[in-house]
Structures are given as C-alpha cells and as structure tokens.
C-alpha cells in the first residue's frame, strides 16, 4: 500500500531518487541519536571476548551480514561464522548446534522479520550463547531475546525496508573493534602489504 502511495504521487524520477537518499539519511540520524553508550560498549566487549562468532541473516540483511563477517574476521581472533551463508537451513541448524556459552551470535533482521534469523537465535540462545541484534525498532522479534540490541530504523516510501542504517551499524562495529585490537595498526598495515599487488595505483 505505501509503495502504491508513493509511486501514484506526482513528482520527477529525481524527486523520487532524492527522497529516497533523505529517508536513508532520515533512518541513519535517528540511529545515531538512539544509541546509548553501555549498549554499544557491551556489543563490542562481547565481540572481543567470544572465541567464535556466528552471524545470522538473510533476505536484505543477508548482504549486510555478509558484510559484517569479512570486517570481523580481519579484526578479531574468533572464528566468525555467517551461518546461513549460502546454504539451507539444515546447514544453519548444524553450526549453530556446536555453539556454546561463551559464543556470540550476532542476529540482523530488519521488516519483514525473518523467521528463520529469530529460529537460529533462539536456538543459540538456547545452548547458551550470548546474542546481539540489529535490527530496527524494539518491537523487533529479535529484541526481547538479545542480551544486547543495537537498533536501525528501516523506512522507506517506496520499498518494503532499508538496510542503509543497518549497514552503518555494521560499518561502526567493525570500526570500534579495529580501535580497540591492541596490534590493530600492525594488522591492517600487514593485510595492506599484502594486497598491494591487487590495486590498481
């Protein structure tokens, strides 16, 4: 109905085009002003002490997930883990059956809310692990379930969702992790050195 709405209304493709980067720019301001510091320090803590991380994601969280985990595996000494990359929920259920207590699933569902992301938390949840959410409002299924929930509004006239702010939460975790690895500068310069060769200068 809403994408009805905004389509039937009058206006250019640039108008359409420009309304839809004031949305994301809309959801990403009001991320910033929602955060509170302990949520945000206990994520990256939990980040930082779990020996493995799982993530899980998919339909349009799944890029972001995918994102999340190229980030954290050159940051963190954990094995990070996008349990439902690329394959069945079988495969998903497996990884997420060897998870422990002193584990971290990083769960990110924004509407329409996957039911298979809140079936694989609450699984890990179950075996004991530590959960962190992204998602967008705390009316999210995955909210009361985390231990920690960093949240992204989502909005958009014309689309089902948003994942620019969820991406920036993402982007901002990897972030804060590089700060606080105490070889941090070592490790990018050594990853940078080491990949020289596939840049165009």
């Given at each position: 109905?809403?994408?009805?709405?905004?389509?039937?209304?009058?206006?250019?493709?640039?108008a359409?085009?420009?309304?839809?980067?004031?949305?994301?720019?809309?959801?990403?301001?009001?991320?910033?002003?929602?955060?509170?510091?302990?949520s945000?320090?206990?994520?990256?803590?939990?980040?930082?002490?779990?020996?493995?991380?799982?993530?899980?994601a998919?339909?349009?969280?799944?890029?972001?997930a995918?994102?999340?985990?190229?980030g954290?595996?050159?940051?963190?000494?954990?094995?990070v883990?996008?349990?439902?990359?690329?394959?069945?929920?079988?495969?998903?259920?497996?990884h997420?059956m060897s998870?422990?207590?002193?584990?971290?699933?990083?769960?990110?569902?924004?509407?329409?809310?996957?039911?298979?992301?809140?079936?694989?938390?609450?699984?890990?949840?179950?075996?004991?692990?530590?959960?962190?959410?992204?998602?967008?409002?705390?009316?999210?299924?995955?909210?009361?379930?985390?231990?920690?929930?960093?949240?992204?509004?989502a909005?958009?006239?014309?689309l089902?969702?948003?994942?620019?702010?969820?991406?920036?939460?993402?982007?901002?975790?990897?972030?804060?992790?590089?700060?606080?690895?105490?070889?941090?500068?070592?490790a990018?310069?050594?990853?940078?050195?080491?990949?020289?060769?596939?840049?165009?200068?």
């Amino acid at each position: 109905d809403s994408f009805a709405g905004a389509r039937s209304a009058a206006g250019s493709t640039f108008a359409t085009f420009t309304a839809a980067l004031a949305d994301q720019n809309a959801n990403l301001q009001e991320a910033r002003d929602g955060l509170d510091e302990a949520s945000v320090t206990k994520a990256v803590e939990l980040l930082l002490k779990a020996p493995r991380v799982f993530i899980a994601a998919s339909g349009a969280s799944h890029h972001v997930a995918s994102f999340l985990e190229d980030g954290l595996a050159l940051y963190l000494d954990a094995d990070v883990i996008f349990a439902s990359s690329r394959t069945g929920p079988e495969r998903a259920i497996r990884h997420m059956m060897s998870a422990r207590p002193d584990d971290l699933v990083v769960a990110i569902s924004v509407p329409r809310y996957s039911r298979a992301t809140l079936d694989l938390a609450t699984f890990a949840k179950k075996r004991g692990a530590s959960l962190l959410a992204l998602t967008d409002s705390p009316t999210s299924p995955l909210a009361p379930a985390a231990d920690v929930t960093l949240f992204a509004p989502a909005r958009s006239r014309l689309l089902p969702n948003s994942p620019t702010a969820v991406f920036a939460l993402a982007d901002a975790l990897i972030a804060a992790v590089a700060r606080e690895r105490p070889d941090a500068v070592e490790a990018l310069k050594e990853l940078s050195e080491s990949l020289l060769w596939t840049f165009h200068q």
